[in-house]
């Protein structure tokens, strides 16, 4: 779709990208002189994402993946840093700039259910974008190519008129996926898009998501909570814990020979499907920290099992350790 | 061979709905000694839930029938109970753990009121003696300060504790066999890594046999000694663990290994299981897995093949191993 520039391949980079939700408490709390606390849902991180890629962004429930592809979106404004698509600052669009600019960047939900639209034909979802964007004008022309889409995504003309309740879920994650290609977009942000689906057919959207990426060249930002799906789909790797990327690299090199105290227990915890593997178990103390006013130092404190002094009183920055990764630790 | 505890001799169960009959488990037979782990995997829609729920006799008549079939535990046919004799055995015999502790649990009671109830209720013990007795299960459970925590709401525990006090609530009153209903699904991985350690050193401990139901077939991989696999309503394949991930014997359950990625080495592509699940009200003739499966032949199309054994212990529900035993 887009020709690829030899010297400048950054699609996506991204810096600084903080989101801190204010928890104002009732009036009761303010009264008693209480002090509005600070979810820090994204706190700092930064990435890159090179054109063709796939970047994997993995961690549990909580840590700020979601928000990650909302901001990166605009579905919500930032507290600070840099969204940056090729070399421009996305946050400094007009309205109207970032409406022409929604094309580049579309998204794949996690439910299939509640993100189409049940009053709506196949033709409407799928048409729609393009009138939006101004891609197709006839509706012979729209038709044609709401066809092609289909038929990119393994369905067919006579689906074309029916609406999603009629579909099973693997199907309408199908129509997700086409919805999101019709606006022939750059960078395609998958949010657990394979999460609700059962195994047999998560493969099959699995590999749909790769056939696709080779036909369009697409660039994709793929967020899931399971490692496997992540092993599989990703170039490189983000590990994401409570608002920060803690190691981030080359997918083989991090499930290989995982660096951060946090990735090593994700991998350890994991039921891999073989009775001959080591079974499953939790390498950390206790449960996940809380995002609210997170104390100084490492998020990992208190959990670590190789935590130094330095650990509670200054936050590790990630820092290169060679290979192309970068790693959120200050006992390597 | 350890003495059976559980046994499902052709287990039927229908719903008459508005639509139609739906039969969401078709004829499915397996039995459990004591002391030992069975996992039941399956896809959603595949029966397996609705197999826990009818051993409890927890499925509701109308529009559910248990339309054939015998659920014997400890010898006694369990659909042979009344009410009184079924609440005897709940709780206090068969427990069960669910996949939603949120859902599962009673929002407006503390910890200490809803499992204190069963144990009053089965065990007669005294409101102090209950009260002793939940610190000692919360305890178990690996609930720090069981003491402080007694008098919590369910809302004030995170998911991995709001499962440790249902796996509390499950084996208050010692029951000899626990059935767990996906209870790791809705956790993070981590916390899904505690609660199964959990759960396997209590039945280690307690001498208890395990019914694990899951979609996840790497949680049976390390959490049972004995697998069934059921699709669309039947119980597919049945066997020792090992056994069914070395060597499986049903093109679904081969399909269902390979269409998991992996995490020791990265494949370009998957090989998924074609098309998709058959719509339950109107299931295809014959085998149902034949309009995925890529060995189908013409007798599939016609006969339900029966589930036989192809190894010792293990058991398939295949043609293609009729043609063995023909030849």
Redesign the interface.
């Known amino acids: 779709m887009t020709a690829q520039g030899a010297t400048d391949d950054m699609l996506l980079e991204v810096r600084g990208l903080t989101k801190h939700f204010m928890l104002h408490g009732d009036i009761y709390s303010k009264l008693a002189g209480e002090k509005t606390q600070v979810l820090k849902a994204v706190d700092g991180i930064d990435f890159h994402i090179r054109r063709g890629e796939t970047l994997g962004l993995v961690g ?2 909580g840590c700020g993946k979601s928000t990650t592809a909302r901001l990166v979106t605009r579905l919500i404004e930032p507290t600070g840093g840099e969204v940056r698509l090729k070399d421009e600052d996305l946050l400094a669009f007009s309205p109207r700039r970032m409406k022409e600019t929604r094309k580049d960047i579309q998204l794949v939900f996690q439910d299939p259910y509640s993100s189409l639209n049940p009053r709506k034909t196949i033709m409407h979802i799928l048409s729609r974008p393009m009138e939006i964007h101004g891609l197709a004008r006839s509706w012979n022309e729209k038709r044609e190519r709401v066809l092609d889409l289909l038929h990119r995504v393994g369905l067919s003309v006579e689906h074309i008129d029916r609406y999603p309740h009629e579909f ?1 879920g ?2 309408r994650q199908r129509i997700a996926i086409a919805r999101a290609l019709s606006v022939e977009p750059e960078l395609v942000i998958g949010d657990e898009p394979v999460s609700a689906l ?7 959207i ?2 749909l998501f ?1 056939d696709l990426q080779e036909q369009f060249g697409l660039t994709y930002l793929f967020i899931a ?5 992540i ?3 990703s170039d490189r790797v983000a590990v994401m814990y409570v608002g920060k990327i803690v190691e981030t690299g080359p ?2 090199a991090i ?1 290989e020979e995982p660096l951060h105290p946090y990735t090593k ?11 001959a ?1 080591p ?4 390498t ?1 103390k206790g ?2 920290s809380t995002p609210i006013d997170p104390p100084p130092g490492c998020r990992l404190c208190g959990r670590c099992p190789r935590e130094l002094p330095v650990c509670a009183e200054v936050e590790p920055p990630l820092v290169a350790v060679g290979g192309d990764r970068q790693v959120a630790c200050h006992n390597l | 061979m350890p003495e059976t505890v559980l046994e499902l001799d052709d287990l039927t169960v229908r719903f008459r709905l508005r639509r139609g009959d739906l039969t969401a488990v078709n004829g499915v037979s397996f039995s459990i000694g004591r002391g030992e782990t069975f996992g039941l995997v399956g ?2 829609g595949s029966g397996k839930s609705v197999t826990a729920r009818a051993i409890m006799r927890l499925i509701p008549d109308p529009p559910g029938e248990i339309q054939r079939g015998r659920i014997l535990f400890g010898g006694d046919n369990v659909l042979d109970k009344n009410a009184a004799e079924m609440r005897a055995l709940r709780g206090r015999h068969i427990a069960m753990v669910f996949q939603e502790p949120m859902s599962a649990l009673n929002p407006v009671f503390t910890v200490c009121e809803q499992i204190s109830d069963a144990l009053r209720t089965n065990l007669g013990l005294s409101k102090r003696e209950a009260r002793e007795r939940v610190v000692e299960l919360l305890a178990l459970v690996g609930i720090p300060s069981p003491q402080k925590r007694l008098d919590s709401y369910v809302h004030e525990f ?1 998911g ?2 709001r499962q440790r006090v249902m796996l509390a609530m499950a084996l208050s009153c010692n029951p000899g066999f626990l059935i767990a209903d996906e209870p790791t699904t809705a956790l ?7 609660i ?2 959990l759960i396997t050193s209590m039945i280690d401990k307690l001498g208890m046999s395990l019914l694990f139901i899951t ?5 049976v ?3 049972c000694d004995k697998i069934g696999v059921m699709y669309a309503s039947h119980l597919v394949e049945l066997g020792d ?2 056994e069914i ?1 070395a060597n499986p014997q049903h093109p679904y359950t081969v ?10 080495i ?8 074609a098309g ?2 058959c719509n339950m009200m109107e299931p295809p003739s014959g085998c149902k897995f034949h309009p995925r499966c890529a060995h189908a032949m013409d007798v599939c199309r016609r006969e339900v093949p029966k589930l036989k054994e192809v190894a010792p212990g293990h058991h398939a529900a295949c043609h293609l191993h009729d043609r063995g035993a023909a030849t």
């Open positions: 549990e429930s099973s693997g199907q059962d195994v047999s057919i998560q493969a099959q699995l590999n790769r909570h399971d490692l496997s799906v092993r599989h789909i997918a083989a499930f227990a994700l991998l350890a915890a994991v039921p891999e499907a073989d009775p593997k079974p499953p178990r939790l950390l449960e996940v | 896809e959603s995170s991995g504790m993070d991985v981590t916390i899904q890594a505690t199964l350690e979609h996840n077939l790497g949680v991989a390390h959490s663990k090992r991930f399909g269902l290994l390979n269409s998991i990625p992996r995490l020791d990265q494949a370009r592509h998957l090989t998924p299981i998709s699940v």
